[in-house]
């Protein structure tokens, strides 16, 4: 399948990536790009579907590096990632929910 061009002429009028790239999509026949609500109240607002095709997007990297490196392993990564803060934090949280 070859690369998609898509020109667009008219007035220069600002607007947001998001919706360029909703605007570039529908041009060129393809779903939307889900992006990230900004408010508790817009996720809430999402549907099934919606939230369907945004875990998978926001966590693409994630979900890639399980298959590869599986699970344990990213896990390991994950933790040592994580500052001393962020360790307390979880360890609180693990203990506060007795396991």
Not at 9 to 26: H, I, K, Q, W, Y
């Amino acid at each position: 399948m070859g690369a998609h061009h898509c020109y667009v002429t008219g007035p220069s009028l600002p607007c947001s990536e998001r919706t360029f790239t909703a605007v570039r999509c529908n041009a060129l026949g393809l779903p939307p790009t889900p992006s990230m609500p900004a408010t508790v109240e817009a996720v809430q607002k999402l549907s099934w579907e919606e939230m369907q095709a945004l875990f998978p997007a926001a966590y693409a990297a994630e979900i890639v590096a399980l298959h590869r490196a599986g699970a344990q392993e990213l896990m390991r990564e994950k933790l040592a990632s994580l500052s001393e803060g962020e360790r307390r934090v979880l360890r609180e949280a693990l203990a506060a929910s007795g396991r």
